[in-house]
């Protein structure tokens, strides 16, 4: 009998590992291992948080400014465009960007569902570090409220540059504003190499040039509306 109890457990010990192995995703490459950390809330995943931003960047500036390679003005960009319904992700998405979204999805106490976990307490020690009290206390007073949601968060967004000096804010913005909404996408009918960067690659320790008072033009994607 205890022979048999204890292949049984073996059984079980050995179903399980390979079921965590099946769930386990990994990223095979870090393109930006090198460059200055984002965020510090000893997640266990933090170094995924900071390539998500950096990936983010890079994936917006080449759509929205790949010529001047400007930030600034493809953060403007972007969020104007989600307000618009208008970010036309199909054209805006990498291999990269994909691959690290697969282990972001991989981190299930991250997500509720689809959105964003705010009661993460990753997600919570980003927000407590946010530099911008005001946009901090906005965002709080959503969540505590069960009011958030991506277009109410992206609209100070748009009177507001924070997100150009503060990591932990501009990782918000990736997350919730760009990665989340990845699961609306049907990937098996797209070629994202086509949206891979044809220049150089941005130079993130440039800081953001100031961009022009006059206001910037929309791009119009109609017909590529998303959530």
């Known amino acids: 009998m205890n022979t048999r109890i204890f292949k049984i457990v073996l059984v079980l010990i050995i179903t399980l590992n390979v079921s965590c192995k099946k769930t386990e995703v990994k990223l095979a490459e870090y393109k930006y291992e ?3 950390e984002t965020i510090t809330c000893n997640s266990g995943y933090d170094n995924l948080l900071k390539e998500a931003l950096y990936t983010f960047e890079e994936d917006i500036v080449n759509k929205y ?9 493809a953060y403007r960009a972007y969020i104007s465009n989600f307000i618009s319904n208008r970010i036309a992700l199909e054209e805006t998405i990498t291999p990269h960007s994909k691959a690290v979204y697969d282990v972001l999805k991989s981190k299930q106490d991250l997500w509720d569902n689809n959105q964003l976990n705010y009661n993460n307490t990753v997600v919570k020690c980003i927000i407590d570090n946010m530099k911008d009290k005001g946009l901090q ?15 109410i968060f992206a609209a100070p967004l748009r009177s507001n540059t924070s997100y150009s000096r503060d990591t932990n804010l501009a990782t918000i913005v990736a997350l ?28 993130f320790n440039k800081r953001p040039i100031t961009a022009p008072a006059k206001s910037i033009k929309e791009v119009d994607h109609t017909g590529h509306d998303h959530d």
């Open 34 to 36: 090198s460059l200055p």
């Open 65 to 73: 400014d790949s010529k001047n390679k400007n930030k600034l003005r």
């Open 137 to 151: 206390q906005t965002l709080n007073a959503l969540i505590s409220t069960n009011s958030m949601n991506s277009q």
């Open 176 to 203: 919730e504003l760009y990665f989340s909404k990845f699961n609306s996408i049907d990937f098996t009918t797209l070629d994202l190499t086509v949206n891979q960067p044809k220049d150089q690659p941005v130079d």
